[in-house]
């Protein structure tokens, strides 16, 4: 069978890896410390990454990393829904809205976001499957454990790829119980959430096992600039880590990634297109 991603406006297929861009509005998002935040800004932002090639732009209005505040769903949507606007006014780039709260999910849609990325594989609010059932939009489910507080500070499982495993059974049977059809639905092994520095690596070392486990559902991966990349080159900075950022993207793709989600959209375009030259004589 073959792969598609059904969306609220269209149908994504999979010929090549899609590459969905960050297009953060957080003035505290740790890599790019609240440059985009004026609407012409995210605009500028989101014309450049269009051009370097993105496929999917995923726009977020609450920071996830270590140590960040919570952000009430008034303020996220006061971030997010302008720039969803402008963006979805502007570009016929499909847009993703990184969210886990249905009040904030629901307008983004109805502005013009076709995708919602919920961290959060419907633990924090599974009224989010409610709103990608109606509106027929994509629906990521990324693992981690834990909540918004303490999904950083987890004691690890003995086994990260049956944790992440019996995690995507449980949120695909709860999206698919709100109505979500199967195609609506991509999958995140989620790297940087609740897991050792080993068991990101782990996870991608031997994500073709999840890959092989879920054959019929998109599979996303997202370590663009992370902090386990920063570790392995020796405590590199955010801005140090593109080489470390592109072979772990390889590596995903490698292992069957549909989708990653990178901050470096033209270099990463250019690592996949040598992988799947490569690949292709399989
Ligand atoms: C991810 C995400 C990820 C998905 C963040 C960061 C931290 N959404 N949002 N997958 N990471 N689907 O960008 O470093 O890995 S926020």
Do not use: C
């Amino acid at each position: 069978m073959k792969k598609y991603w059904q969306t609220a406006r269209r149908k994504l297929s999979f010929e090549k890896t899609l590459v969905m861009a960050i297009l953060n509005v957080t003035p505290d998002s740790f890599s790019d410390g609240g440059d985009f935040f004026s609407i012409d800004d995210a605009l500028r932002q989101a014309e450049s990454l269009v051009e370097a090639g993105a496929d999917i732009l995923d726009i977020g209005g609450e920071s996830t990393r270590p140590a960040s505040r919570r952000v009430s769903s008034e303020e996220e949507i006061r971030r997010v829904l302008p720039v969803v606007e402008a963006i979805t006014g502007r570009f016929y780039i499909p847009v993703s809205i990184d969210t886990s709260k249905s009040e904030v999910a629901a307008p983004a849609i109805e502005a013009g976001a076709e995708i919602i990325n919920d961290v959060s594989g419907l633990r924090f609010d599974e009224k989010i499957a409610q709103v990608a059932a109606a509106e027929n939009s994509g629906l990521i489910l990324m693992h981690l454990r834990g909540d918004f507080e303490t999904m950083h500070k987890q004691s690890p499982v003995e086994d990260i790829l049956k944790e992440v495993s019996e995690a995507f059974r449980r949120s695909i049977e709860k999206a698919e119980s709100f109505g979500v059809k199967p195609e609506q639905i991509a999958l995140d092994i989620g790297v940087g959430f609740s897991k050792t520095f080993n068991q990101n690596l782990e996870l991608l070392a031997k994500l073709d096992k999840l890959v092989a486990e879920f054959p019929n559902f998109p599979m996303l991966v997202g370590t663009s600039r992370k902090s386990f990349i920063g570790k392995v080159l020796g405590d590199a900075s955010v801005d140090e880590r593109l080489g470390g950022s592109l072979a772990s993207a390889v590596i995903a793709v490698w292992n069957g990634a549909n989708i990653v989600r990178v901050h470096d959209v033209k270099a990463t375009i250019e690592a996949l297109k040598v992988v799947e030259a490569i690949k292709r004589e399989l």
